[in-house]
């Protein structure tokens, strides 16, 4: 079955760094788009980043220049390098994929920027 692991949160002071790495498995990995998505505290769960099976990438505005989306086939793992840190960065990250015909997701990883 599909499952999506996901690591790397933790607390972090604004201008910080993290790596998030999310784990794939249950699934033909090389085919598939994998996306990254936050939850803040009493919002919608929005979509951050995401990598094309060609590595194309895309980036919601908040994020860009700041966040990197990146994808290693030969270890079924996606990675979400996220740099210049702000408190609004602030919450649950989920890993994500769309295969056969359902979405599934990750258990998250929490992300707290703070001083």
């Known amino acids: 079955q599909v499952q999506l692991v996901e690591s790397g949160g933790g607390l972090v002071q604004p201008g910080g760094s993290l790596r998030l790495s999310c784990a794939a498995s249950g699934f033909p990995f090389s085919t598939a788009s994998m996306n990254w998505f936050r939850q803040a505290p009493g919002k919608q769960r929005e979509l951050v980043a995401a990598v094309s099976t060609a590595s194309s990438t895309y980036y919601t505005n908040s994020v860009k220049g700041r966040f990197t989306i990146s994808r290693d086939n030969a270890k079924s793992t996606v990675y979400l390098q996220m740099n210049l840190l702000k408190p609004e960065d602030t919450g649950a990250y989920y890993c994500?994929?769309?295969?056969?015909?359902?979405?599934?997701w990750g258990q998250g990883t929490q992300v707290t920027v703070s001083s």
């Open positions: 994500n994929v769309y295969y056969d015909k359902r979405d599934y």
